[in-house]
């Protein structure tokens, strides 16, 4: 997706696969902090740290499972003026599927309309490219000994976030009828990072509850402490309170999938976007699905799974 929604989503995502916190506006953080004032019980003494690497270990375990879903997505990106207004809004729609161990969001529709023969084309084509880079990516970072995501983006591991910030107040909480655990984080703005994205880390706080049965990610919240810019704010800025969330749903009785990314504030990067408003992912219709002929030039079919 190009623009500001494909940024928005992809700090999302990242954020939420390496348990660092994306989260919504700070004004709902803050509801969200006063509704488990109501619900919340004490835990009995928990190793936090070791909690979130069983999270993180189930993280990964789902991916595997995740590879062979589709599903739909539907992003709503509103703009607003100077005075707060809305002064644009913009929908796609995606079909969401993996290609060669690659996540793929395949452009369906712009504000309701199908795409035209030319756009469905150019929109192949991209996604050959952008699924050959990822591969690219990867195999320089393997062959460096690096972890990366499934995009081959940079990976911030659970115990590099130990070290960027840190976890505490662990308490239970009632969350669409399931058990949670609580935890929230606040990074270490004189933590020492090695890279961009344990940048953006160690600038935001927030909250993740972890799914006491499953251990895996129910939802997560959080926000920028500070303004957090690259190269003086030229390269990246993204103004104090911007913030972003995501909530994880199970699916099938196997797997936690995404059901809603969202985001709020203000960013920009080089000449690639520029972003003020809110930002809103809603990802439903999940089907198991196998390879067989082909869905995109010289890539496989996708054939549900009866």
Request: proline share 3%.
């Amino acid at each position: 997706m190009a623009g500001a929604a494909s940024n928005l989503r992809r700090i999302s995502r990242v954020l939420i696969l390496t348990m660092a916190l994306g989260g919504w506006a700070p004004v709902a953080w803050r509801q969200a902090a006063a509704s488990d004032a109501v619900t919340a019980q004490p835990l009995p003494d928990i190793d936090v740290g070791r909690l979130m690497h069983e999270v993180e270990a189930r993280q990964k375990a789902a991916e595997a499972i995740q590879k062979d879903y589709l599903y739909h997505a539907a992003d709503t990106v509103e703009q607003l003026d100077r005075h707060g207004k809305v002064k644009k809004t913009q929908t796609k729609e995606y079909d969401v599927f993996w290609v060669e161990g690659v996540p793929v969001h395949k452009l369906t529709r712009k504000d309701g309309k199908v795409l035209s023969a030319d756009e469905q084309r150019k929109e192949s084509e991209r996604i050959d490219k952008a699924v050959k880079k990822a591969r690219e990516r990867r195999a320089k970072a393997e062959a460096k000994g690096k972890e990366t995501d499934p995009n081959g983006n940079e990976e911030v591991t659970v115990s590099r976030l130990l070290e960027l910030g840190n976890f505490g107040n662990a308490r239970r909480v009632m969350l669409d009828g399931r058990r949670t655990i609580a935890v929230d984080f606040a990074g270490d703005p004189k933590a020492k990072t090695r890279n961009r994205m344990e940048a953006v880390i160690r600038d935001m706080a927030g909250t993740v509850w972890v799914d006491e049965e499953d251990r895996a990610l129910a939802r997560v919240e959080g926000y920028f402490l500070e303004t957090f810019k690259i190269g003086a704010g030229l390269v990246v800025n993204i103004e104090k309170g911007t913030s972003f969330s995501m909530v994880q749903r199970k699916v099938n009785g196997e797997v936690w999938l995404p059901e809603r990314v969202e985001g709020h504030g203000s960013a920009r990067a080089f000449l690639l976007f520029r972003f003020k408003g809110s930002f809103r992912e809603i990802d439903s219709d999940y089907r198991k699905f196998k390879v067989t002929t082909t869905i995109l030039p010289g890539m496989g079919k996708l054939e549900e799974w009866k």
